[in-house]
């Protein structure tokens, strides 16, 4: 059976005289998809083009127009995706719920299972024994490599047009997988590059995956601080509970760390984590000649305790989870405005 099956190809997006809320808000996902892509390249003058677009946009959702703003923000609106047309075909930009879904949990695996393999051999190790024996940990495929060589090749017969897109070229009807993981890329919170990446590493042939930058103990050796900061934030950005285990480990130990680490280790007091200052801890990891594993190892054994030990703090971990929109109920439904 076709692990694609789930994918269906988007549409246009709807009229936008009779558009709901939703579906505004489908229109400017979009321009927030294509502004994550680090090679999204177009002219000054398109670029001005896709700003209106997204004022206008957000004119109609966030504000209380009057009626002769709303009907300027829906005529920009209409010139807007006109200009996106070729050969008098709109370009098709909206992709189903069902379709966001099932892109979704697989990033959310793809991602989780990177994490996975960046922290489990400093994990605490009664939990590492505990994993072992958990059914997650005895799938035989828990990359979904089944389904990621399908969709890699999928991108690769696309790249030639979506390289023209993120050129401001019309060719978005020729690069669907393209449109659709970058949407999900934003609405997950995940770095463009690595995931692209990370799926490559999935479709390749082998039996092992083979995933860059996962021991976070390197970045100690060669003192890497501002490498290790960008690493730990993107951990803590693309952590997910979509599923209760990773290989065994429950999904809340994996988002304890990942939603810690960065705190023990560095003030961030700047947004930027190449800004970030080092705290003694990390510093005296760094200084370290030999043994940094061991230290490292013992460091996470200690932070687990800790929580495990104090209740505010273990609360705090629900806490920080069961606030977060991405994992609300709603989430799920029709109703939801994350996608």
């Given at each position: 059976m076709?692990?694609?099956?789930?994918?269906?190809?988007?549409?246009?997006?709807?009229?936008?005289?009779?558009?709901?809320?939703?579906?505004?808000?489908?229109?400017?996902?979009?321009?927030?998809?294509?502004?994550?892509?680090?090679?999204f390249?177009?002219?000054e003058a398109e670029e001005q083009?896709?700003?209106?677009?997204?004022?206008?946009?957000?004119?109609?959702?966030?504000?209380?127009?009057?009626?002769?703003?709303?009907?300027?923000?829906?005529?920009?609106?209409?010139?807007?995706?006109?200009s996106l047309e070729r050969n008098n075909t709109p370009a098709n930009l909206s992709f189903d719920l069902a379709t966001k879904t099932k892109l979704g949990e697989e990033l959310d695996n793809l991602w989780n299972m990177w994490i996975f393999t960046s922290y489990e051999k400093y994990l605490p190790e009664d939990?590492?024994?505990?994993?072992?024996?958990?059914?997650?940990?005895?799938?035989?495929?828990?990359?979904?490599?089944?389904?990621?060589?399908?969709?890699?090749?999928?991108?690769?017969?696309?790249?030639?047009?979506?390289?023209?897109?993120?050129?401001?070229?019309?060719?978005?009807?020729?690069?669907?997988?393209?449109?659709?993981?970058?949407?999900l890329c934003e609405r997950h919170t995940l770095d463009w590059d690595e995931t692209v990446l990370l799926i490559r590493a999935c479709a390749g042939a082998g039996d092992e995956v083979v995933v860059p930058g996962t021991d976070l103990v390197e970045f100690f050796k060669k003192r890497d601080?501002?490498?290790?900061?960008?690493?730990?934030?993107?951990?803590?950005a693309s952590i997910s509970?979509?599923?209760?285990?990773?290989?065994?480990?429950?999904?809340?130990?994996?988002?304890?760390?990942?939603?810690?680490?960065?705190?023990?280790?560095?003030?961030?007091?700047?947004?930027?984590?190449?800004?970030?200052?080092?705290?003694?801890?990390?510093l005296l990891l760094c200084d370290l000649e030999q043994g940094q594993e061991q230290a490292f190892r013992f460091m996470m054994q200690e932070m687990f305790e800790r929580m495990a030990n104090d209740e505010s703090d273990h609360e705090d971990i629900y806490d920080d989870w069961d606030n977060d929109d991405e994992f609300d109920e709603g989430a799920a439904s029709d109703e939801s405005e994350d996608y």
């Open positions: 076709n692990p694609l099956r789930y994918l269906a190809s988007p549409r246009p997006f709807a009229e936008i005289s009779t558009s709901t809320n939703k579906e505004i808000k489908e229109r400017l996902n979009y321009v927030s998809s294509m502004r994550i892509i680090p090679h390249k177009i002219s083009a896709l700003l209106s677009y997204q004022d206008a946009c957000s004119t109609l959702t966030e504000d209380s127009p009057t009626k002769q703003e709303s009907e300027t923000a829906k005529a920009c609106i209409q010139e807007y995706e006109q939990i590492i024994e505990e994993a072992r024996r958990h059914p997650s940990a005895q799938v035989s495929d828990p990359w979904h490599r089944a389904f990621w060589r399908l969709f890699q090749g999928r991108l690769e017969a696309e790249t030639e047009s979506f390289e023209k897109v993120v050129t401001g070229q019309n060719c978005h009807n020729e690069c669907p997988t393209f449109l659709l993981l970058a949407l601080l501002s490498g290790l900061a960008t690493r730990l934030d993107r951990d803590e509970l979509s599923s209760e285990y990773v290989m065994g480990v429950g999904s809340l130990v994996l988002a304890f760390y990942a939603s810690h680490l960065p705190e023990f280790l560095f003030d961030r007091e700047e947004v930027d984590p190449v800004d970030w200052v080092a705290k003694e801890p990390l």
